[in-house]
């Protein structure tokens, strides 16, 4: 393995391998950017390309879009509150309200540092646990699977920064929106009302850019003036933003939280970075002795959210080169291109083809590197944007974000459930129904139908599947002491009524 | 001389129009003949994601037909409905030739039987196949059943299946009654997260194409093919007996294998018809083109539009002879 390794670093200075990298890290900074699109859009419109390639140039190609869409998709919800992807949204939490304050170039400082950091820490485990592999994956059955879901689910809920029980009504919304299409498992429509486009159910990709990006633009549009709200306020250029990047270490507990948990959950096939993204955000907050300043622009929110959402790239190689078992969208083009490229995914490409899981594992971290670079560079040329007046912004936000709708299916009538979900968001959010848990209820919801289905039918209907193995029992009395530490936190902090009184 | 030399030239001009006069008429009156076909772009609809194995065929056989129509084939991800908007899509188009699409069949039969949406496969011009995947049926090697009869002998035997409406479905259902094996299907398996699925013990059996990262994981180790649904042995996999071979016919020939096939809409003319098939089968006959499906984990094994439009048929029927055991088994669950 070590000399695999030691040919890979070798191949790295060759012309053709340093453009792979290039393009492959323009592409995914560029489409991480731009909200809505995202790295599965970028490996798709690339892929057909790749065919007749080298397969060890294609795979420095992916691995460069794979190591950094999200953190370029960190840089519009740090300015515009608006997540370049899914794996984003704790961003916008902290990120915004910095750069509402004057300080977005200093939170892309701490954001591009520790994408980068959670990027190189996730690497390392995957090299380290390759050998493993096989053991973890065996390890986690459809109930386990189904008690980590409900452990996002209320990780999730806690993370609202909003009423408790809008919280939960939201999350409730969520899990219905995801009830609507056809289910494969059972092999009926709901709630479909014969609508030939609803069969699909509704796409994740509409929803959010609508609930997000188009609900945010009618707010601002309405309000006027630019994203920081004074226009006057130097966002402090390069130096802020070299501020943010060595701020990151004094971070280093939630720094390596995030780490740690992005990259275990982006094992985990089908959980993905916006678990992983909450995960850690809701845990920085519960762990931390200023769980008050969350939300309000503290720069460790940023880093708890972008440690953790680039930590799982790492994470969710590992089932993908060793089972070929794709844990998200990236992964899924990824093994597109393996069977294009006759690569096979498994004992065959960790024996045989150990120059192209260290292209990929090489790749990733080349490409994070150069995107640092080109953030921390262009960081400050990047934060002028949120002095823009919105209505030059506003336009340029909304036809990207129909670009983005429209490309991914071709399906004009995504268009339009991105305008009607801008409808139902700007309504939630003046209602203060939180839109974050609304989604995560979404895409939570689904998995854990099909986990709770799955389970029911290995176990031939019995219950106490859900009980009996180790590691659903270990996620169970995580769930429990997150409860448990939950309330005892809200008793501390308002104490008894009896006691206020007497 | 000169006056000779001038009408030389002059008499040199009325023979090269009248030249380009009949050449022009020659080509007229043959196009009574040929059909104008085609003068623009063809569009090709894949009802699948782009990258997957169809996708990928697609582009490939696209590229070199586009190379003999002389426009460009130009590949278009109508994703949708498990492949169902691009079969309404094509199914809806003008019979023109201007645009075909790649099925997956028979599983776009049997969800358009459990589900009718109005299309009728029967009715499309079919152009030909573009790829084939046979079926097989396959185990964790741990388990040390290896035959029909020893999963006779087994209470309830689970299958890692994607849903209770798709094409593995069908299968499972019409193997379990032809072979009287109890079984209970274990939905939400896409993938290779089946194989996982398998290792773990979440079920017993699980039943696909034995092509692509499936291939190889059943010529490994971990796992192994049980039979294969076909009347000859799959080189790949050679020790697998065929259904044949078991005692269990009727699930053979390639009646439950995967076929990419592709249609124009329906009434498109024959002439434009013939244009297209014969662009196609001359992309399907290039090495390049075979190489490039068969490293996507697909064979090639060209049918005529008459033999394509006879396969559907054949599976149109096999679907309706088995939609009432999988309609009785989903509603069981």
């Known amino acids: 393995m070590f000399e695999a390794f030691l040919d890979g670093l070798a191949g790295m200075g060759s012309p053709a391998v340093i453009g792979a990298i290039v393009l492959g890290t323009t592409l995914g900074v560029l489409f991480g950017v731009i909200p809505g699109l995202g790295s599965v859009i970028a490996m798709t419109l690339i892929l057909p390309f790749t065919f007749g390639w080298d397969p060890i140039i294609a795979m420095y190609v992916f691995a460069g879009i794979i190591g950094t869409a999200s953190t370029g998709g960190g840089v519009p919800a740090i300015l515009l509150n608006t997540p370049g992807t899914i794996a984003n949204v704790c961003t916008t939490f902290d990120g915004f309200p910095m750069t509402r304050r004057g300080e977005g170039g200093r939170a892309i400082g701490l954001a591009a540092t520790a994408s980068a950091l959670g990027t190189l820490f996730s690497i390392i485990v995957l090299a380290a646990l390759l050998p493993l592999a096989e053991v973890m994956l065996r390890a986690f059955t459809p109930p386990d699977f189904f008690w980590l879901i409900i452990l996002g689910l209320i990780a999730v809920t806690f993370a609202s920064r909003?009423?408790?029980?809008k919280g939960l009504a939201a999350g409730g919304v969520g899990i219905l929106i995801a009830l609507i299409g056809f289910s494969p498992v059972f092999g009926v429509r709901r709630y479909t009302l014969g609508s030939e486009y609803l069969w699909d159910g509704i796409e994740i990709v509409p929803l959010v850019i609508g609930f997000f990006a188009l609900s945010e633009l009618i707010v601002y549009t309405s309000r006027g003036g630019s994203i920081a709200r004074d226009a006057s306020v130097n966002l402090g250029g390069f130096k802020q933003i070299m501020r943010g990047a060595v701020e990151v270490f004094q971070y280093k507990a939630i720094l390596l939280r995030g780490s740690v948990i992005g990259t275990v959950i982006g094992a985990i096939p089908g959980a993905g970075g916006a678990v992983a993204n909450f995960l850690s955000y809701?845990?920085?907050?519960?762990?931390?002795?200023?769980?008050?300043?969350?939300?309000?622009?503290?720069?460790?929110?940023?880093?708890?959210?972008?440690?953790?959402?680039?930590?799982?790239?790492?994470?969710?190689?590992?089932?993908?080169?060793?089972?070929?078992?794709?844990?998200?969208?990236?992964?899924?083009?990824?093994?597109?291109?393996?069977?294009?490229?006759?690569?096979?995914?498994?004992?065959?490409?960790?024996v045989n083809r150990l120059d192209i899981v260290w292209a990929i594992i090489l790749g990733v971290i080349a490409?994070?590197?150069?995107?640092?670079?080109?953030?921390?560079?262009?960081?400050?040329?990047?934060?002028?944007?949120?002095?823009?007046?919105?209505?030059?912004?506003?336009?340029?936000?909304?036809?990207?974000?129909?670009?983005?709708?429209?490309?991914?299916?071709s399906n004009i009538w995504d268009v339009a459930l991105a305008v009607f979900a801008a409808i139902v968001g700007f309504s939630m959010r003046r209602a203060g129904f939180p839109l974050i848990t609304a989604v995560i209820g979404f895409v939570l919801g689904q998995l854990a139908e099909e986990k709770f289905t799955q389970s029911l039918q290995i176990s031939g209907g019995g219950y106490s599947i859900f009980f009996t193995r180790p590691v659903s029992i270990v996620l169970l009395l995580a769930i429990l002491f997150m409860l448990g530490w939950s309330m005892y936190k809200a008793a501390k902090k308002n104490p008894a009524p009896q006691a206020a009184e007497s | 001389m000169e006056r000779i030399g001038k009408i030389g030239r002059l008499g040199r001009l009325v023979l090269l129009l009248g030249a380009l006069a009949a050449v022009t008429a020659f080509g007229a009156a043959c196009g009574d003949d040929e059909p104008d076909f085609p003068t623009r772009d063809v569009e090709w609809f894949v009802g699948f994601a782009a990258g997957g194995g169809f996708d990928t065929a697609s582009r490939i056989i696209a590229d070199k037909m586009s190379d003999d129509l002389g426009v460009n084939v130009v590949v278009r991800n109508i994703e949708g409905g498990g492949g169902r908007r691009a079969a309404q899509e094509i199914a809806g188009a003008d019979p023109d030739g201007y645009a075909i699409s790649i099925m997956n069949m028979p599983n776009q039969i049997t969800a358009e039987r459990l589900d009718p949406e109005d299309v009728d496969f029967n009715e499309l011009s079919w152009v030909g196949r573009a790829v084939i995947q046979t079926y097989g049926m396959y185990t964790a090697s741990a388990n040390d059943f290896n035959t029909p009869e020893d999963l006779q002998g087994m209470p309830d035997v689970r299958f890692c299946l994607s849903g209770l409406a798709g094409h593995s479905f069908l299968v499972a259902s019409v193997t379990t009654e032809v072979m009287n094996i109890a079984w209970n299907p274990v939905t939400g398996y896409r993938g290779q997260e089946t194989q996982a699925g398998l290792l773990r013990g979440d079920c017993e059996l699980a039943l696909g194409p034995i092509a692509g990262t499936t291939l190889t994981a059943v010529q490994g180790p971990d796992f192994k093919v049980l039979w294969m649904y076909s009347s000859e042995r799959f080189g790949p996999v050679p020790d697998a007996p065929t259904v044949d071979e078991l005692g269990f016919p009727e699930l053979g020939g390639s009646k439950f294998a995967n076929n990419g096939l592709v249609a124009a809409a329906p009434g498109t003319p024959d002439d434009v018809l013939e244009i297209l098939a014969n662009a196609f089968d001359s992309a399907l006959q290039d090495p390049d083109v075979v190489a490039g499906i068969n490293s996507a984990g697909m064979d090639v094994v060209r049918l005529t539009p008459d033999e394509t439009a006879e396969v559907v048929e054949g599976m149109d029927g096999i679907v309706s002879e088995y939609l009432e055991t999988v309609r009785q088994k989903s509603q069981a669950q």
């Open chain 1, 367 to 409: 490409a994070q590197v150069l995107t640092t670079i080109i953030i921390l560079g262009g960081g400050a040329w990047l934060a002028r944007i949120s002095l823009v007046p919105v209505k030059y912004i506003a336009p340029f936000v909304a036809i990207l974000s129909f670009i983005g709708v429209y490309a991914v299916r």
């Open chain 1, 282 to 350: 809701s845990t920085a907050k519960q762990a931390s002795k200023t769980p008050e300043l969350f939300g309000t622009g503290y720069p460790g929110g940023v880093v708890a959210s972008e440690s953790s959402n680039d930590a799982k790239d790492g994470g969710i190689l590992l089932p993908t080169l060793t089972f070929g078992i794709p844990g998200n969208g990236e992964m899924v083009i990824l093994m597109g291109a393996f069977v294009l490229h006759g690569i096979q995914p498994g004992r065959d490409l960790l």
């Open chain 1, 162 to 165: 909003q009423n408790m029980a």
